[in-house]
């Protein structure tokens, strides 16, 4: 089996709380009468442990985004994680409607070669996440692309399939000669992870959930260089694999029907721990019979995924999740000399669920779409406000009267907007595009940003709305998460422009899984580098078949 120091990545379990109760989870969500938070401190102190790890540092949960501290979690990695291993691609300050597929290409870019005892292979360095893309994920979106090089996305609204864990190989009658060779094939040991758990560390992440389930007596003590040591130290932990039934390879269930499939000898532990919420979950105890699960008692949909688990990525997020779901709040500057009356609503209300109007720095209206209007209470509107009056983590068009929108701003709404990033244009200086335009002298100002940004922390909460607020934002934010509010967008948006879209042929793609080869050929040569391709098209799920290629390369 695989120590730690061999294995790609090493996750940090920062909860197992979960919004979810999927079929046959490696955490048990749900199971837990209280489930746990990992204290910050604790949290820090494993990631400085994990030092020098060649691979990634995984945050997992349950679902990490529910802690607590998750955003001060993520600033700490930002902090302690090397400059070299930090995210570099930019392509994610654009919107884009395929959201899963421009951070899986932005992935393959990252891809370099690491030696290990067993020989080289391809790794990503730096932070990654598990998550299952809830609400949360969405309003920490900022500063989750600035941490993590690698996401590992399933909001689960889709097909999953899931193997089940609280198989015991007693229970399947299978000899210790013949147990021993299947444990040191293990998938998950070989091609996933060890775990940093509140107990300790575990050279396998089921194994140190299973330590939590059943009340065990903690992994290895916390400290630095811990992942260093040669497997034979975590022996002890090898009891785990005994209640274990992934390296079974027996059949897996779609995770969205929340029901456990488990083995008799499990099924009696769990009645017996208190600390497990035995009557709230659906269990499927499988008849076994001379080794043989029984067909009955397994789902008809009994389909094994092993390491192909990373395959068909896209497929396993739906048009549900909420990050895809934005709503333009409107705010229109004025100033006196403009006339209220004449201001063509109906008009803004197309691209906008919402419109404020503000004079010199005055809140006098606001419109719903429909053209209706609401009763307000005319104030004073200052920077302080913006959260209070038009809504927390709402995307925000601030413009003046002389901005005209065109159909294309509809496109944005389907899709992911980083919310860290200023979308800004002056028409009189940057001049007009498909998205905004005046019929007035190419004059106007707009800009379009997140009223959660990252950057509005450091603005001055006494300035009032009035049309120096353009410019005032536009020097405060961040340098590099200002963009120009312009034709641009077009060409980074995967999927957004057609033209674009069928440049994108089979061999551009094959080009970008294999990128890393131009940088390694001279050093690796040129036999050893089709050897990585080949294994990094398996693992990835780039089977070259002419479904895949029209369904997904193309």
Request: proline residues 3%; contains cysteine; positive net charge.
């Given at each position: 089996?695989?120590?730690?120091?061999?294995?790609?990545?090493?996750?940090?379990?920062?909860?197992?709380?979960?919004?979810?109760?999927?079929?046959?989870c490696t955490r048990f969500c749900g199971f837990h009468k209280k489930p746990y938070f990992m204290d910050y401190d604790y949290f820090c102190k494993a990631v400085d442990s994990l030092e020098g790890h060649p691979g990634l540092i995984g945050v997992m949960g349950g679902e990490p985004t529910l802690h607590p501290r998750f955003k001060d979690m993520c600033l700490y990695l930002q902090k302690k994680i090397p400059?070299?291993?930090?995210?570099?691609?930019?392509?994610?300050?654009?919107?884009t409607d395929s959201f899963v597929e421009v951070r899986r290409r932005s992935e393959l870019k990252q891809y370099v070669i690491h030696e290990y005892s067993d020989g080289p292979r391809p790794i990503i360095q730096g932070a990654g996440l598990w998550t299952s893309m809830t609400r949360l994920y969405r309003d920490n979106l900022e500063i989750i692309q600035d941490t993590f090089n690698f996401q590992n996305l399933n909001d689960h609204n889709n097909i999953s399939y899931h193997q089940p864990v609280l198989i015991s190989r007693k229970d399947m009658g299978i000899d210790d000669e013949t147990w021993l060779k299947l444990r040191e094939k293990c998938w998950v040991n070989q091609q996933w992870s060890g775990s940093i758990t509140p107990k300790g560390c575990f050279f396998c992440e089921v194994a140190g959930a299973l330590d939590m389930l059943y009340d065990g007596p903690g992994g290895l003590p916390l400290e630095n260089g811990w992942w260093k040591k040669d497997i034979n130290e975590f022996k002890d932990q090898f009891n785990w694999c005994e209640y274990c039934g992934?390296?079974?390879?027996?059949?897996?269930?779609?995770?969205?029907?929340?029901?456990?499939?488990?083995?008799?000898?499990?099924?009696k532990l769990l009645k017996e721990k208190d600390s497990v919420r035995f009557d709230e979950n659906s269990f499927n105890i499988l008849e076994i019979d001379n080794g043989v699960i029984s067909e009955k008692s397994k789902v008809s949909t009994a389909k094994y995924h092993g390491v192909s688990y990373m395959e068909d990525a896209q497929d396993r997020i739906s048009d549900k999740t909420p990050i895809y779901a934005n709503r333009f709040i409107g705010v229109m500057i004025c100033n006196d000399n403009t006339a209220i009356d004449?201001?063509?609503?109906?008009?803004?209300?197309?691209?906008?669920?919402?419109?404020f109007v503000v004079k010199d720095g005055l809140l006098v209206k606001s419109f719903t779409q429909f053209d209706t209007e609401d009763k307000i209470e005319k104030r004073k509107i200052m920077y302080s406000d913006l959260k209070e009056v038009f809504g927390k983590n709402e995307y925000i068009i601030m413009f003046t009267p002389d901005i005209s929108f065109n159909s294309k701003v509809n496109k944005l709404k389907e899709c992911v907007i980083n919310p860290g990033i200023l979308h800004y244009i002056d028409l009189r200086r940057d001049g007009h595009n498909?998205?905004?335009?005046?019929?007035?002298?190419?004059?106007?100002?707009?800009?379009?940003?997140?009223?959660?940004?990252?950057?509005?922390?450091?603005?001055?909460?006494?300035?009032?709305l009035n049309e120096n607020i353009f410019m005032y934002i536009c020097k405060t934010w961040i340098p590099e998460k200002r963009l120009l509010f312009s034709d641009k967008m077009d060409r980074m948006m995967y999927g957004v422009n057609e033209s674009n879209n069928k440049k994108r042929t089979f061999r551009r793609r094959i080009t970008d899984v294999l990128i890393f080869t131009r940088k390694s050929i001279k050093q690796y040569g040129l036999l050893r580098m089709v050897y990585y391709s080949c294994f990094f098209i398996r693992r990835y799920g780039l089977t070259l078949t002419r479904q895949k290629i029209k369904n997904r390369l193309l």
């Open positions: 089996m695989k120590a730690p120091k061999d294995q790609w990545v090493i996750q940090i379990d920062v909860t197992n709380a979960c919004v979810r109760k999927c079929a046959n400059k070299q291993y930090k995210v570099k691609d930019k392509s994610l300050y654009y919107p992934i390296p079974l390879k027996t059949f897996a269930r779609d995770a969205r029907e929340q029901v456990t499939d488990v083995s008799e000898s499990n099924y004449e201001i063509n609503v109906q008009n803004y209300l197309k691209f906008m669920e919402r419109l498909s998205y905004v335009s005046s019929e007035l002298d190419n004059s106007g100002k707009c800009i379009l940003f997140n009223s959660g940004a990252e950057s509005l922390n450091n603005m001055d909460n006494s300035k009032i």
